[in-house]
C-alpha cells in the first residue's frame, strides 16, 4: 500500500479515503496464476485510462508493478490467484468534493476458484448508462454491478447482464458477452457502454469476432453465446433468464475457449 508492505491484517486505509466515503476509486483485478500476471501491461493501461476518465491524477504505474511483484514474491504460491489493485483519491472532505492528497494505491491477493464449466445469467431491469460520466470506466463505484449480481442470484443466475438505456445488449457485472448468431461471433462495441475487458479485447484479436451493436434480446435468442472476463476466461453461457441455449459450449464457443487458452498459455503479457 503507497509503496509499503504489509500483511493482511495489518494494511489499513483511512475512515476519510474518498474512495471508501463516495467510491472516488479505480482498480483493476489481475489473474494471476502460480505467482505469474497475467496481461498486466493491458491491465495497468486501462487502470490509467480510467483514473484519468475519473478526473484522477495519473497513478504512478511503475510503483504499482513492482507493488504487484513484490506482493506475489511475498505471498504464498497459490495455483490461481486474484490480484486487485485499487487507487483513489486519497483522504478528502467527507463529501463528493476531492482534497488535495495524494492518491492512494492498494494491491491486494488471494486465492481464487477456476470458473464453472458454464454460467446461466439474468437479464435485469436496469439499463447500464451509456452516457454517464463513468461509461467505461472500470471505477470503485460499483453498487449497481453488487445489486444486478445479487438480483440475479436470487432467480439461480451467475451473472447479470444489462441492456443499455437504448435497449441495446451491454456487458455482464465483471464480464463482457459475446453471441454466435448465423455463424458470426459477435460482441456489443464499446459505444454500447459496456468496459474494454482485456479478455474481450484479445477474443476479438485471436477470434476475429465482429463488433455489433445488438438488441439486448438476442442473447437467449443466440445459437450460442460466452462471457469473457478475467475471472471467467471464456466461459459458455448455458441459459439467459431461464432459456437454455441450444449448446453451451457451441462449436464456436469452444473454438475460442481453445485459441484463448492456447495464446494466453503462450505469452503471459500479451
Ligand atoms: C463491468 C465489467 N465488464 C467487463 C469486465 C471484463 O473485463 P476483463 O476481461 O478485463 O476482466 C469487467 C472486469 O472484470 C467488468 O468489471
Redesign the pocket.
Known sequence: MNGELYPDDGARISVFDHGLVVGDGVF??V?VTNGVPF?MT??LA?LSRSATGLGLAEPDLDQIRAGAMAVIENSPRLPLARMRITVTGGIAPLGSERGGSPLTAVVAMSEAKPPTPTVDVTMVPWPRNERGALAGL?TTS?GE?VRALAYAAGRGGGEAIFANTAGGLC??????VFVVSSGRLLTPPLAAG?????????VIEWTGAVEEELPAGALATADEAFL?????DVQPIRAVSGTVLPAAPGPMTRKAAEVFAMRSAESPDP
Do not use: D, F
Open positions: 483493476e483485478t489473474k496481461a493491458r491491465h486501462r472500470k460499483y454491478n456487458e455482464g457485472t465483471g464480464s463482457n459496456c468496459l474494454a475487458g482485456v479478455t474481450r479485447a484479445l469473457t472476463g478475467t475471472t471467467r
